[in-house]
């Protein structure tokens, strides 16, 4: 799918995106014990269902499994963000990571962060996606004002993506297998091409999953270097309780940083992940989510997880 963006002039990052990468502590290594980030969960449905994923628990394409977060509302996201910005150093990004997928929760998306942009227009908006609506969702991302964003991609190949995805749900059709894997596939190509063309800032988390994918991340590396991308996550499978790839092994951490070792040549590569949960706050590693939990405004917290997801995905 082609999208319908406008790109700048040679795609070029403007300074202050420069400096904000800066300030970003997951972008940059050297940021990451110095600035805190703030997950808001308010987007609890997804609309591709990973063999990895239990929808109990949060999306891990940006999390540990194991760990449920509560959702908020836009409201409540704005009212929790002023009371923790005046609480936690630092604290320089707004990060959108699920529990499910950000663009599957547009309205909620956008209104966080427009609430949040009013009081504090100089926070670093940041969001996770799997990529799926990216090629119509890239230009309002950029008028919203976000200039990173990441995009896990787990292989470029439908015959590889078959084994990952059960499933994809686009313009209102279900589609399985290797037929659902090609659209999510060329999605998320057409949408990364679109935001880095916009001077957005794109990092990819690859999932390493043995035996399925892992001797072809080296070619997902180069194919989205290509593509513009600032920096690769390769991440381990870590296999969640209750989803279809419960009994896979996990990745060991000296294998992915095996693989990193052998991607940086071609890419920046992450080694600081700390895998963390959807509504995760302070400095990466050291997590102060549980110290304000409902702490702030009106304590509106909408029900868990399960109560919000399709059924079928669970
Ligand atoms: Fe959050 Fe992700 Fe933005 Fe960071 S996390 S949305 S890019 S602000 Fe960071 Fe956490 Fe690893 Fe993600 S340590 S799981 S890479
Ligand atoms: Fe994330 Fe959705 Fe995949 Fe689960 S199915 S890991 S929520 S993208």
Redesign the pocket.
């Known amino acids: 799918m082609n999208c319908a963006c406008n790109p700048v002039q040679n795609g070029n990052r403007t300074l202050r995106v420069l400096g904000e990468t800066r300030r970003h ?2 972008f940059s290594a050297g940021a990451g014990h110095k600035y805190a ?1 703030i ?1 808001l969960p308010v987007a609890p449905r997804c609309n591709i269902s990973c063999n990895y994923c239990n929808r109990k628990f949060d999306c891990l394409h ?2 540990r499994p194991g760990v449920t977060s509560e959702i908020l509302s836009p409201a409540s996201a704005g009212e929790k963000y002023s009371f923790v910005k005046d609480r936690v150093e630092k604290l320089s ?1 707004v ?1 959108i ?1 699920g529990p499910g997928e950000a663009l599957a929760n547009w309205d909620e998306t956008r209104s966080t962060i427009e609430i949040i942009k009013k009081s504090d227009p100089d926070v670093i908006f ?1 969001l ?1 996606t799997n990529g799926l609506m990216l090629p119509d969702y890239a230009g309002r991302l950029v008028e919203l004002g976000v200039r ?1 964003v ?1 995009v896990t991609v787990n292989c470029l190949e439908p015959v590889i993506g078959e084994k990952i995805y059960k499933y994809v749900d686009y313009q209102g059709k279900r589609y399985h297998g290797a037929e659902g894997a090609a659209i999510l596939i060329a999605n998320q190509q057409a949408g990364i091409k679109c935001l880095t063309a916009q001077g957005v800032v794109v ?1 990819v988390n690859i999932v390493m999953i043995k035996g399925i994918n892992d001797s072809h991340i080296p070619e997902i590396v180069k194919k989205v270097k290509e593509q513009g991308v600032f920096i690769t ?1 390769i991440m381990p499978l870590i296999p969640a309780r209750g989803s279809a790839f419960e009994y896979m092994p996990q990745t060991p951490m000296k294998e992915v940083n095996k693989m990193r070792n052998i991607c940086r040549g071609d890419l920046r590569q ?1 080694y600081h ?4 949960r959807a509504d ?1 706050i302070g400095l ?1 590693g050291e997590d102060r989510s549980l110290e304000f939990r409902g702490l702030w405004g009106k304590q509106e917290v909408l029900p868990p997880v399960e109560k919000l997801v399709n059924k079928e995905a669970i």
């Open positions: 502590p997951c980030r997950h940006e999390s990004v990060g990571a940041c996770s990173h990441t990092k996550n992450m992940c700390t895998q963390c995760a990466l």
